[in-house]
């Protein structure tokens, strides 16, 4: 059994077709989205469509939410700030509430997930280090629970009344049997690991293995993309080198 697990997609059309047909090649059995499909780049109701068509569980992001609603972005970046006014632009009223119709949290046999921390999925917090992924495992029940947002790919490891650990995210990764595991499994249409290639997992339930793919796609187009519909060029920029 393989489940492939992917996340913030962002608008980047050629990323996510990139990864499908990377699909394709590892024959997941199961597909699941943890969100933020839209924001940033320039083809939101492409990537939501190209989603919806896989038939697949998909979760709410941030940016998700903030598209489908009409509410102050004030305290989001000048880039992202952009492409949550664009994607408003871009989808349609059926779009939109798709988008808020989209759960937090996904409860599996012995996995959770989740777009960003299980400590207040509401509240998208960003597990950046070790006291924070401390606090999101004080709330993970299941052995594994997975997660994006932040757009870095990282296995964070619980560690009885300690810390949690990090572990490196790069290729296959064996895990070991009774411990708790929160993996984020990178982004697939704005890396930023410094490694501009598409990031999506495969993970083999039964096995304890996952597997982090990275997937090149054709960056200038999207670049030009992002240029010409007069988004930031950082926007743009970042994207040539996975930051």
């Known amino acids: 059994m393989k489940w492939a697990i992917f996340s913030d997609i962002h608008g980047n059309l050629e990323a996510l077709e990139a990864v499908m047909r990377d699909m394709e090649i590892t024959k997941p059995d199961k597909l699941y989205c943890m ?3 839209v924001g940033y780049g320039t083809n939101s109701p492409e990537c939501l469509e190209a989603v919806r068509a896989l ?6 992001g941030n940016h998700d939410e903030e598209a489908a609603l009409d509410r102050p972005v004030d305290n989001y970046s000048l880039p992202a700030r952009a492409g949550m006014l664009l994607a408003r ?5 059926e779009q939109k509430a798709w988008l808020s119709s989209l759960p937090y949290t996904l409860e599996l046999p012995g996995v959770t997930l989740v777009h960003a921390s299980l ?3 509401t509240e998208f917090i960003y597990i950046l280090d070790a006291l924070l ?4 495992f004080e709330w993970q ?3 594994y629970c997975f997660h994006g947002h932040t757009h870095v790919p990282v296995i964070w490891r619980h560690e009885d009344n300690e810390l949690a650990q990090g572990l490196a995210a790069r290729g296959v990764i064996e895990l070991e049997a009774n411990r708790h595991y929160n993996i984020n499994v990178g982004s697939v249409g704005q890396p930023r690991d410094f ?3 598409a990031s999506y997992v495969i993970f083999e339930p039964e096995e304890h ?9 054709p960056v200038e187009i999207t670049q030009r993309k992002i240029l010409l519909a007069g988004l930031p060029t950082a926007t743009a920029a970042r994207l040539a080198v996975g930051r």
């Open 55 to 60: 038939g697949c569980p998909v979760l709410r």
């Open 133 to 136: 992924a401390t606090s999101h």
């Open 195 to 197: 490694d501009p290639r």
């Open 35 to 37: 969100g933020d499909i």
């Open 141 to 143: 029940s299941k052995a």
């Open 89 to 93: 632009k871009q989808l349609s009223h």
């Open 119 to 121: 400590h207040d999925p």
């Open 209 to 217: 293995r996952i597997e982090y793919r990275r997937v090149e796609y």
